[in-house]
T-cell receptor
Framework: GENVEQHPSTLSVQEGDSAVIKCTYS??????FPWYKQELGKRPQLIID?????GEKKDQRIAVTLNKTAKHFSLHITETQPEDSAVYFC??????????FGKGTMLLVSP | EPEVTQTPSHQVTQMGQEVILRCVPI?????FYWYRQILGQKVEFLVS????????KSEIFDDQFSVERPDGSNFTLKIRSTKLEDSAMYFC????????????FGPGTRLTVL
């Protein structure tokens, strides 16, 4: 089955800095890679996703890159704000299949 | 974001008791998923349900668990005899209306087994 590794487990940045979270996956059949943000006690919320037919996708301050050859994908957050503080999960799936999640990254943005 | 609802928001039960968690997914979708998240850990897949049948399940989803669709819109996850280690957040998820890859999560049910 799929295995998703995520790093780092915690990330502390100053407000305005950039943050990068990296994930690797094992199953070459995986073709859809969402990122979820989870605030304490809340549901995982989809923030951005990427499919295997593109290498990069951007939505305002958030971008995701995908390297299919190396089987890794990354989340980039620019101009971080305190409200970006949360746990971020990457995931991988091959379509109508289960999501396999990474272990999460706790992002702390200090004012 | 499409709306997935779950009830109850918090369930406290004694070890050995049965619990039923309920979810109303995004309408008109045949696919449906249950996930579990132990406090401070990652989200783990339990079971997927397609067209009134289980399509895939993880090793967590043992004989103590069952999933049903008692009527046209609601889904339930039943744990027959709860154990302390079943304490977790349980999320249901449903694909979106536009992108079937994307899964949207309900608000979750926090299960506490005493």
């Amino acid at each position: 089955g799929e295995n998703v590794e995520q790093h780092p487990s915690t990330l502390s940045v100053q407000e305005g800095d950039s943050a990068v979270i990296k994930c690797t996956y094992s199953d070459s059949a995986s073709n859809y890679f969402p990122w979820y943000k989870q605030e304490l006690g809340k549901r995982p919320q989809l923030i951005i996703d990427i499919r295997s037919n593109v290498g990069e996708k951007k939505d305002q301050r958030i971008a995701v890159t995908l390297n299919k050859t190396a089987k890794h994908f990354s989340l980039h957050i620019t101009e971080t704000q305190p409200e970006d503080s949360a746990v971020y999960f990457c995931a991988a799936t091959s379509g109508y299949s289960t999501l396999t999640f990474g272990k999460g990254t706790m992002l702390l943005v200090s004012p | 974001e499409p709306e997935v609802t779950q009830t109850p928001s918090h369930q406290v039960t004694q070890m050995g008791q049965e619990v039923i968690l309920r979810c109303v997914p995004i309408s008109n979708h045949l696919y449906f998923y249950w996930y579990r998240q132990i406090l401070g850990q990652k989200v783990e897949f339990l079971v997927s349900f397609y067209n009134n049948e289980i399509s895939e399940k993880s090793e967590i989803f043992d004989d103590q668990f069952s999933v049903e669709r008692p009527d046209g819109s609601n889904f339930t996850l039943k744990i027959r005899s709860t154990k302390l280690e079943d304490s977790a957040m349980y999320f249901c998820a449903s694909p979106g209306l536009v992108s079937t890859d994307t899964q949207y999560f309900g608000p979750g049910t926090r299960l506490t087994v005493l």
